[in-house]
């Protein structure tokens, strides 16, 4: 969340996927302040979801483009536009769809198991600590009370 926590970056992100390149088609289309976007597109960049590339020299000129890393966020802003689509569209529907070329019909995000594809349900899943999880943290009772680790008490104690 403290790279795209803030109200600006996922914005910047949406414009790079619809064909945004350049810092001031950036700044036309989202009318954020220069400063605001130039520190944008630098975290985007040394973050790795986007790649800064010199497409003029004289003057010095760059473009940025989405990374692996960058495409891959585009489930995300999937999935926040579709939670703004049901809770948020006016009478008139959402703004923008979202056309599946392969199939060609219009589509929405859906988090769904990867396993079996049901949909996940907040109440149907239960979160885990991963390998990543540092295990000295493990040891503390709020982290094994977050990720339910003790047994439950026995009946009648």
Same mark, same amino acid.
């Given at each position: 969340m403290d790279l795209v926590g803030d109200a600006w970056t996922p914005l910047v992100l949406r414009e790079a996927f619809?064909?945004?390149?350049?810092?001031d $088609?950036?700044?036309q289309?989202?009318?954020i302040p220069r400063?605001?976007?130039?520190d944008r597109l630098a975290r985007l960049v040394a973050a790795g979801l986007l790649a800064k590339h010199a497409y003029e020299t004289t003057p010095a000129r760059y473009e940025y483009l989405l990374t692996e890393s960058g495409r891959d966020f585009h489930g995300v802003l999937l999935v926040v536009t579709a939670w703004g689509d049901?809770?948020?569209s006016g009478e008139a529907g959402p703004p923008v769809t979202t056309h599946? $070329?392969?199939c060609g019909h219009d589509t929405g995000a859906e988090v769904v198991c990867s396993h079996c594809g049901q949909p996940l349900a907040w109440?149907?899943?239960t979160s885990?600590?991963?390998?990543?999880?540092?295990?000295?943290?493990?040891s503390r009772p709020d982290v094994r009370r977050r990720f339910h680790l003790d047994p439950a008490p026995a009946e009648g104690r």
């Open positions: 619809y064909g945004i390149r350049r810092f $088609d950036f700044q289309e989202l009318s400063n605001t976007l130039a049901r809770w948020l599946h $070329d392969t109440d149907e899943v885990r600590p991963g390998p990543g999880y540092p295990a000295k943290l493990l």
